[in-house]
């Protein structure tokens, strides 16, 4: 397995900007997580979901985020508009909810915002 | 709210040198404890940790949880510069399968 993918791996943008970082989780997992990780703030969780729905979103910043988990196989996580605090590396996790909720990373997407 | 805090916040030490990494928590309906490593990229699973007293053990790693006391320590037994990396700990609850994030200790080995 693969593993799971997020893209791109590397993202650039000026303040304003609309941005859209994408996650693949592992084949048969059904729970998908998002994180942000800062040096200030360590790993916090911003959403998850089980079989696509999303459960908890209160980690979610503000109103500029939003994710969405149109089916097994692919989320998304989009800042609109972005600002220079949104700078952080973004990982995604999956897992088999109801095992032993050892949750798999991404190798996470490092946003800069300037 | 679940809180974790691992200490210390960073630790120096050199190869061959035993080093013990805390974590202490407040969970409500705890349900299990993770520990994991994060090198330059994602956080990788180490151990996972439900019952109190009974050590998990990996190679030159092992750890123990103490759910009386709230607390997991992470030994690394003979340590090399392989093993510099940031060790996270996270709870997880019967709520469901969210993860707590400690703040992470960082270890740096030197030759």
């Known amino acids: 397995d693969a593993g799971v993918i997020q893209s791109p791996r590397h993202e650039v943008t000026e303040m304003g900007q609309e941005v859209t970082l994408r996650c693949k989780p592992i084949?048969?997992?059904?729970?998908l997580f998002w994180y942000r990780q800062t040096m200030m703030r360590g790993l916090e969780l911003l959403i998850y979901?089980?079989?696509?729905?999303?459960?908890?979103d209160s980690g979610m910043p503000e109103d500029r985020f939003s994710a969405k988990m149109p089916n097994a196989s692919f989320s998304t996580l989009k800042i609109q508009p972005s600002e220079p605090r949104d700078s952080a590396v973004y990982f995604c996790a999956s897992t088999i909810r109801g095992s032993s909720y050892e949750q798999y990373f991404g190798p996470g997407t490092r946003l800069t915002v300037t | 709210e679940d809180k974790v805090v691992q200490s210390p916040l960073s630790l120096v030490v050199h190869e061959g040198d035993t080093v013990t990494l805390n974590c202490s928590y407040e969970v409500t309906n705890f349900r299990s404890l993770l520990w994991y490593k994060q090198e330059k990229k994602a956080p990788t699973f180490l151990f996972m940790l439900?019952?109190?007293?009974i050590e998990k053990k990996s190679g030159r790693l092992s750890s123990i949880l103490d759910k009386k006391e709230l607390f997991s320590i992470l030994n690394i037994t003979a340590t090399q510069t392989g093993d510099s990396a940031i060790y996270l700990c996270a709870v997880c609850n019967n709520a469901g399968n969210m993860l707590t994030f400690g703040g992470g200790t960082r270890l740096m080995v030197k030759p």
């Open positions: 439900t019952s109190s007293g």
């Open positions: 084949s048969g997992h059904n729970s």
């Open positions: 979901f089980n079989n696509n729905v999303p459960i908890d």
